[in-house]
């Protein structure tokens, strides 16, 4: 089945502009084109996309992108590089991930002082201003 570029954008829940972005930038290999050369995508090209967009999420840059797309099409043989572009991506995201939870836990444990302060079980005290308690 064949895909219109709007269509495609539905599929996979980017915008249009940006679509447009990265087949201009080279990021779509092989775009195919209508009897009105208007731009055309199939379900190999929706799911090729649909690995831009993770590779984006996941914080590769415009030109980490390129390297992979151009590993991507030498076959076979580079796939252990980009097994080790993918191992990099992820320790990325496990830090990432960390860190996340780490600020979750300072937030939970703010939001369980506010709640001691608010119900007299905790004195007020701010780092910001001095309390005058008498």
Known sequence: MQYSMKQTCQKVGMTYEAL???CN?????????DKNNYRIFDERDIEWIKGL??????GMSL???????A????GKSSIPERKEILQKQREVLLKKMADLQEDI???DRKQHYYDDVLTG???YISN???IDEK
């Open 20 to 22: 447009k972005f990265y």
């Open 25 to 33: 930038q080279g990021l779509v290999p092989h775009v195919k084109r």
């Open 53 to 58: 967009i993770c590779l984006k999420r996941c």
């Open 63 to 69: 030109e980490g992108m390129k390297r992979y797309l």
């Open 71 to 74: 590993l991507c099409l030498q």
């Open 105 to 107: 836990a300072y937030i």
């Open 121 to 123: 079980k905790t004195r």
């Open 128 to 130: 910001l201003i001095d």
